[in-house]
Each structure stands twice: as structure tokens, then as C-alpha cells.
């Protein structure tokens, strides 16, 4: 039905009130064909290349990994007033070059079993490793990672919406413009990702990119999700531009992670290297938390991030645990 090109639009923004039937693999791979690949910003942050230097050393041991997991990083308190002012911040140096070569290489692992070795996907994708992988575990659940994104929101206590790893492959394309509240089936306003490249992410491997502004989203609220074509992502992007909206598509150093909130809109380019970008994106928000009453299709695969959780429901399933201060 989504294919039908006999749909008017609003029987297509009709459509998005259903929810998603599929896998979350299944969902990416749509969600990846509704970008307009013709489109360029204005502003281009993205010149600087950055390299990633091949050779990180040994490997941590699973102790040292979970040090430095555990470890407090020192927020800058700029760094939360340019996250509650622009709707995103990227700190540099959270994380070594040699957890997140053991990372990567756990990714390019556990993808490989589940999708196979050749599986024809510009976009691999996982979710909820963290249960069955002890290194996934201590990135997911870190309290390093968890706490800078309860102090961005200004907040006490975070849980784990979900995990996603993310290997955007040479010749991918564009990800499209989208702002993740619309995705998230969670009534709160503070829930934000965190998003750790596990390589430089250079200008044309794809860095994610933001469109500056925490109120920016108001200049496209009226714009209608369709399921699945080109056109929110082609609509939004012109509105940016003839609003001269900022997107700050710069390139990502080793060790460098973004946080954004939900409302932040944002899109990443296309994968023009020769080698995977691979993410690990973890979302969290605020402890005590519901389920919004109606989620969509576009919440994706929301249950099975939270099981025996109903629309308006507390998030407080076996799969949502407090990162943040730790549960003993
Ligand atoms: O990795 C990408 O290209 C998109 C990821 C994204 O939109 C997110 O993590 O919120």
C-alpha cells in the first residue's frame, strides 16, 4: 500500500496512524528510501577531513573498557547551555580510541552473524545487543555516557530507551531529515540520543548532521509525515533553506560523540568512503516517563523496546533499566 502511487497525500499521512508490523532492519531499510539524495546545504561544515588513525594499540580488557565506562567525564557547562540552546552538542575525547576499536570490531561481529555475510543492505542495523553482549552492555549501560545525558536534560535519573548499532555502508546514501520526538513513543520532553561514532566520521563518510536550534523543529511542525516517499525530507530541507536555518555537518575526530535531544531535527550525508560508518546509538530518557496514548507506525518497533509496556504506561520494563545513577 505504501508504494501505491495512486495515494493522494493525505491518504499517505493517513497511513502513518497504523502501527509498524515489521522488524526494525525492515523499518531502516524504508526509512532510508525516503531520502532525496539530490539534496546539498547551504552552509557546508563539512570540508575538514578527519582520519582515522588505523592503528589504535592493544585492545582493553574487559575491566580496563569498564573503568573507563564507569568513569565520570567533565562537562563543560557550556556544553549544556549550547545542548539546550542549538538541540545538540558533540564533546570531544569521551571515549579512547581503543574501546572503540574493540567496540567496532564486536559490532562487525555480532552484525555478521544475524545479517550474514553478504546481506545486500546499504544500511545494517541492530538493536537491543546490550542483552546478549557483554561489551555492548558496558557502552549501553555506561555511566560515563548516561550521565552527561541527564545532565544535558537537567535531570536526575535516565533509562535506556533503546540501543541501535548503525553501519552505513560505502554508497549509502542520505539519512533523512527527521527529529527523533516523532519517533519515540515517549510523553517527555526529555529524551535525548547519544550518538558514538566507533571511527573518525570524515565529511563524505556521513557524519550526522544538525540543524541548529532547539526551537528549529517549529519551522516544519505542519509539515505531514508520509509513508514512506521523498517528499518530508525534500520539504523540510527547502524550508531550512529558505529560512537560512544553520546545519552544522562537521566532520567527527576519534573519540568525539554527539548528544541531541528529541527535538532536534537532523540528517546525516551520504557514505562516499570505501569503509563502513559504524554508530552505536544509545536513547535515554527521564525516569518516570510514559508511553504516549496513540504511537504510529513511525514509532517503529517501540514494543519491543519496552515488552508489557501499554500506550500510557510508566517505562519501567526489564529493558529500560535506570543507567543513570547505576542500580546496584
Ligand atoms: O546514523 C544515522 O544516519 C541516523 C541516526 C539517527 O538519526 C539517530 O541516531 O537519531
Given at each position: 500500500?505504501?508504494?501505491?502511487?495512486?495515494?493522494?497525500?493525505?491518504?499517505?499521512?493517513?497511513?502513518?496512524?497504523?502501527?509498524?508490523?515489521?522488524?526494525?532492519?525492515?523499518?531502516?531499510?524504508?526509512?532510508?528510501?525516503?531520502?532525496d539524495n539530490e539534496i546539498v546545504f547551504a552552509s557546508d561544515?563539512s570540508?575538514?577531513?578527519?582520519?582515522?588513525?588505523?592503528?589504535?594499540?592493544?585492545?582493553?580488557?574487559?575491566?580496563?573498557?569498564?573503568?573507563?565506562?564507569?568513569?565520570?567525564?567533565?562537562?563543560?557547562?557550556?556544553?549544556?547551555?549550547?545542548?539546550?540552546?542549538?538541540?545538540?552538542?558533540?564533546?570531544?575525547?569521551?571515549?579512547?580510541?581503543?574501546?572503540?576499536?574493540?567496540?567496532?570490531?564486536?559490532?562487525?561481529?555480532?552484525?555478521?552473524?544475524?545479517?550474514?555475510?553478504?546481506?545486500?543492505?546499504?544500511?545494517?542495523?541492530?538493536?537491543?545487543?546490550?542483552?546478549?553482549?557483554?561489551?555492548?552492555?558496558?557502552?549501553?549501560?555506561?555511566?560515563?555516557?548516561?550521565?552527561?545525558?541527564?545532565?544535558?536534560?537537567?535531570?536526575?535519573?535516565?533509562?535506556?530507551?533503546?540501543?541501535?548499532?548503525?553501519?552505513?555502508?560505502?554508497?549509502?546514501?542520505r539519512?533523512?531529515?527527521?527529529?527523533?520526538?516523532?519517533?519515540?513513543?515517549?510523553?517527555?520532553?526529555?529524551?535525548?540520543?547519544?550518538?558514538?561514532?566507533?571511527?573518525?566520521?570524515?565529511?563524505?563518510?556521513?557524519?550526522?548532521?544538525?540543524?541548529?536550534?532547539?526551537?528549529?523543529?517549529?519551522?516544519?511542525?505542519?509539515?505531514?509525515?508520509?509513508?514512506?516517499?521523498?517528499?518530508?525530507?525534500?520539504?523540510?530541507s527547502?524550508?531550512?533553506a529558505?529560512?537560512?536555518?544553520?546545519v552544522?555537518n562537521?566532520?567527527?575526530?576519534?573519540?568525539?560523540?554527539?548528544?541531541?535531544?528529541?527535538?532536534?531535527?537532523?540528517?546525516?550525508g551520504p557514505?562516499?568512503?570505501?569503509?563502513?560508518?559504524?554508530?552505536?546509538?544509545?536513547?535515554?530518557?527521564?525516569?518516570?516517563?510514559?508511553?504516549?496514548?496513540?504511537?504510529?507506525?513511525?514509532?517503529?518497533?517501540?514494543?519491543?523496546?519496552?515488552?508489557?509496556?501499554?500506550?500510557?504506561?510508566?517505562?519501567?520494563?526489564?529493558?529500560?533499566?535506570?543507567?543513570?545513577?547505576?542500580?546496584?
Amino acid at each position: 500500500m505504501a508504494d501505491d502511487p495512486t495515494l493522494k497525500p493525505q491518504d499517505r499521512a493517513q497511513e502513518v496512524s497504523g502501527e509498524w508490523e515489521h522488524d526494525n532492519q525492515q523499518w531502516w531499510n524504508e526509512y532510508m528510501a525516503s531520502a532525496d539524495n539530490e539534496i546539498v546545504f547551504a552552509s557546508d561544515h563539512s570540508i575538514e577531513q578527519t582520519q582515522a588513525p588505523k592503528d589504535v594499540g592493544p585492545l582493553p580488557s574487559l575491566a580496563d573498557l569498564q573503568a573507563e565506562l564507569n568513569a565520570s567525564y567533565e562537562l563543560d557547562p557550556l556544553a549544556i547551555k549550547q545542548f539546550n540552546r542549538d538541540g545538540y552538542v558533540k564533546l570531544k575525547q569521551v571515549l579512547s580510541p581503543g574501546a572503540l576499536a574493540l567496540l567496532r570490531q564486536e559490532m562487525e561481529m555480532t552484525l555478521l552473524a544475524d545479517l550474514g555475510e553478504n546481506p545486500k543492505l546499504d544500511f545494517r542495523s541492530g538493536e537491543m545487543m546490550w542483552l546478549t553482549n557483554d561489551i555492548f552492555r558496558q557502552f549501553v549501560l555506561s555511566p560515563r555516557i548516561a550521565k552527561i545525558a541527564a545532565a544535558l536534560m537537567g535531570v536526575q535519573s535516565v533509562r535506556l530507551y533503546h540501543d541501535n548499532a548503525l553501519a552505513k555502508e560505502p554508497g549509502c546514501g542520505r539519512t533523512p531529515w527527521h527529529f527523533d520526538k516523532e519517533h519515540f513513543p515517549i510523553a517527555s520532553n526529555n529524551v535525548c540520543t547519544a550518538w558514538i561514532p566507533l571511527q573518525a566520521i570524515p565529511g563524505n563518510m556521513g557524519p550526522l548532521a544538525f540543524a541548529v536550534g532547539m526551537e528549529t523543529y517549529r519551522l516544519v511542525e505542519s509539515v505531514q509525515s508520509s509513508r514512506f516517499d521523498m517528499s518530508y525530507d525534500r520539504t523540510v530541507s527547502n524550508i531550512f533553506a529558505e529560512q537560512g536555518v544553520d546545519v552544522d555537518n562537521g566532520p567527527f575526530g576519534l573519540g568525539e560523540i554527539s548528544f541531541h535531544h528529541s527535538q532536534s531535527f537532523h540528517t546525516a550525508g551520504p557514505n562516499n568512503t570505501t569503509e563502513s560508518r559504524m554508530v552505536l546509538a544509545t536513547t535515554y530518557f527521564e525516569e518516570g516517563a510514559c508511553v504516549i496514548p496513540a504511537p504510529t507506525m513511525i514509532s517503529g518497533d517501540w514494543r519491543k523496546f519496552m515488552p508489557d509496556v501499554g500506550a500510557g504506561e510508566p517505562i519501567q520494563s526489564r529493558y529500560n533499566p535506570v543507567c543513570f545513577p547505576r542500580e546496584r
